[in-house]
Every structure is written in C-alpha cells, then in structure tokens.
C-alpha cells in the first residue's frame, strides 16, 4: 500500500428546512427546529475543534461541501462562521472547493453576495424543475420564476461555479416536460448539472400516494426517454457525461463528490452527517455518522461529548468492493494502478467476478476498469455484482 496522504475534504449537514418535500428521506427538520441556526453553527464549530484534533487525516482539506436540509437558511455569518474555523486550523488546500447547497426560494441577492464573501465558490442549486405544477407536488417551496432570479443574482454576487440539479421521472412529468426542463437549464449556462432519476423512498409521503394509486410514475419507456434526451441535449451543448448522473463543462467536475466516488476521505459535521476514514493495513476503515435528532446532537457536543450515533468498521475486502462498484458510477471509471496502490493487488486478482462482468460485455475495454455503454444502462446490476462479490 501506498503511504501517500489521500486528498480528504469535509461534509457539513445543515438539517433545517422550510418543510419537507414529498421525495425526502435525508435528515431534516421542517418547521421550527429546537436550534436556531446562529446556535447551530456555533455547535459544529466546537465539533469541529474536536474532531479536527482526533481524526484529521494528513494535509488540508481539498473541498467543505454544506448539505442538507436547506443550508441557505443558515445565514452568511453562520456560513462564514463554520468556513473560518475550518480555513483556521488545518486551513484550506490551495484551490479548495466550497460548495453550498441552496433552495431558489431561500435567497436573495444579499444572501448571496454573503455567503460568497464568506469563502463560498460553488453554489448548488436545488431546481428540480422547471414546471410550476410539479414543483407543487414535490412540496418545494419556490416556482420556475425563482429559480431563475436565483440564478441571475448568483452570477451578480460572484459565483462563476454554478450547479443546477434536476429529477426525471416524476409523478405527472412527460419526456416534453423533462425537453422543456432542460432547454431552460442550458439556457441558465451553468457549469455543472447533476441530473436525477426520481427514487421512491420508503417512509416518504411520495411512497405513500403511490402506494395508494393516488400519483402514477411515467412508464418506464418514459423515464428512458428522458435520460437519453438529457444525455444527447446536453453532450450537444458541451457538457460532458462524468458520473452516471453528473454533467460538466471541461474542468468543473465536483471535487468533494469525487472524494465519495473515490472513497477518500471525508470528516462528518453536523446533525445527520456521515463520515468516512479508510483503513491502513494496522486497522479497518470507518464509516460513522451523527445523529439526525437536533436535540440529541446539541446535548452530546454541548457535553463534549463524541456526537456519532453508529459506526461501521470495513475490512480490506468490504473496501476493496466499495472502491470499485463507487468508481465505476464514473464514466472514466477505476484506475487500476491505484486500486493496486491502495490494495497491493491489481483488481482482477482480488476480484475475480470483474472477468465474469467483463465476459457479459459490462465493462469497456481498455487500461482502465470502466462500465461499457451497456454496462452503463444496467449500472445497478454491476453494483449488486460487486457489493456480493468473494474477494481475495
């Protein structure tokens, strides 16, 4: 195994929102929350101090990506708060990456111009759609018309990182509505654009109405329809395909997505963060997690107390599978020299079912360990493949 420090970022989750979308199983509190936001960043501050001394790998974080939740109801000197305490101790790697996620109908130009004075470079925009019905029946809480001011004052405050999400195959939605969404989406000219296939959670109230025939999906006939379009709409425009739902212009690739892909890395903040550390070869990996439950995370680091609710310890094997069926939702896929970096072995020698795969016509040919085209259509079942996988 290689000794050299891995690149490692840090992800903080902000669990508050307005209400909750239909769709949503991640940590949130919708409505009145038992923290108010000022109180919240002083709490993952003072985490921060302490997880910093105990589990901060080697070097200066390449990226802080803030999720949620809806982290644009933190206001910019909460924001501002959180990023100087991390640029303080380690400090940020040169060209680090700042990502904040933010609900259109959450900010204003000056929230904006805050949150980029504040050290914010990347700001991810949670549009979804474009089509004021179905943005009322996810539950969002902002219309097409906000997303597109949204838009305009993030460039007028400075962000020259722009990325816009979306979701296909939603209740209602037709391949013309999903053309429409993405005609307007270019016309935003963001640099990077993370597409989605809706996935129905259990728990959601979305899971519910269609359990009970009250929504319909499209037909599956459909929802290919529209992954194709996006896939040809947006290579017409310049974008390239890098992730199996992730687009960008040339050089504007997510760099914290990419510790996740690549599985580097990543210390948790917040209520309902999770984390990761990679094993060593003197001990197993580490994937743990905080609370989602706002009251039991501010009483454990008001305490100074540990926060993580659970934890998971990943031999070499569990890892082994992991870094591969993760790189391969890269277009460009695993590199084996460093799987052979990270593993001492080359990934055909540890895994034998990859020369199974590879006799199916899964995976492309060529240096790297890639999915083929149609390994791409059915990515879930290479990943199935791999996460049962007997390794050596």
């Excluded at 009250?214 to 037909?219: A, G, S």
């Excluded at 790297?368 to 149609?374: D, E, G, I, K, V």
Aim: net charge neutral; glycine share 10%.
């Amino acid at each position: 195994m290689s000794g050299t420090p891995l690149p490692w970022g840090v992800y903080v989750h902000v669990p508050f929102c307005r209400r909750r979308c239909t769709y949503c199983d991640f940590a949130a509190a919708a409505g009145r929350a038992p923290v108010d936001p000022e109180t919240y960043a002083g709490l993952v501050v003072r985490e921060w101090e302490a997880v910093r001394r105990a589990q901060a790998p080697p070097g200066r974080p390449v990226s802080v990506y803030l999720g949620g939740g809806t982290p644009s109801l933190l206001p910019p000197a909460a924001v501002g708060r959180i990023l100087e305490a991390v640029a303080r101790d380690p400090g940020l790697a040169p060209g680090a990456e700042v990502t904040l996620e933010a609900n259109p109908g959450t900010v204003t130009p000056a929230s904006l111009a805050g949150y980029r004075a504040a050290g914010v470079n990347r700001l991810s925009l949670g549009v979804q759609a474009v089509q004021d019905r179905l943005l009322a029946a996810l539950g969002r809480d902002h219309t097409a018309a906000e997303a597109a001011a949204a838009v305009n004052w993030a460039r007028r405050a400075g962000f020259d990182n722009l990325n816009l999400d979306a979701i296909y195959g939603l209740p209602g939605q037709s391949v013309a509505d999903w053309r429409d969404t993405l005609d307007r989406l270019l016309d935003w000219a963001p640099e990077h654009l993370s597409l989605y296939r809706l996935q129905v959670e259990e728990g959601t109230p979305l899971a519910v109405a269609v359990r009970r025939g009250q929504v319909r999906l499209p037909e599956e006939d459909a929802t290919a329809d529209m992954a194709d379009a996006a896939l040809a709409r947006l290579e017409a425009a310049g974008f390239r395909r890098y992730e199996i739902s992730n687009f960008a212009r040339p050089g504007r690739e997510s760099r914290h997505n990419r510790l996740y892909w690549e599985l580097d890395p990543y210390l948790p903040l917040g209520a309902g963060a999770h984390g990761y550390l990679p094993g060593d070869g003197s001990r197993p990996g580490r994937r743990w997690w905080n609370p989602a439950n706002l009251r039991r995370y501010r009483d454990a680091v008001q305490a100074g107390r540990d926060p993580a609710a659970g934890e998971e310890r990943l031999d070499r094997a569990e890892e082994m599978r992991e870094f591969l069926w993760l790189g391969l939702r890269q277009v460009a896929g695993v590199d084996p020299e460093a799987f052979r970096r990270r593993f001492g072995r080359a990934p055909g020698e540890g895994v034998p079912v990859l020369a199974e795969l590879g006799r199916r016509g899964l995976l492309a040919e060529g240096s790297r360990l890639a999915l083929s085209p149609r390994g791409l259509e059915v990515a879930n079942v290479v990943f199935r493949a791999l996460v049962d996988a007997e390794v050596h």
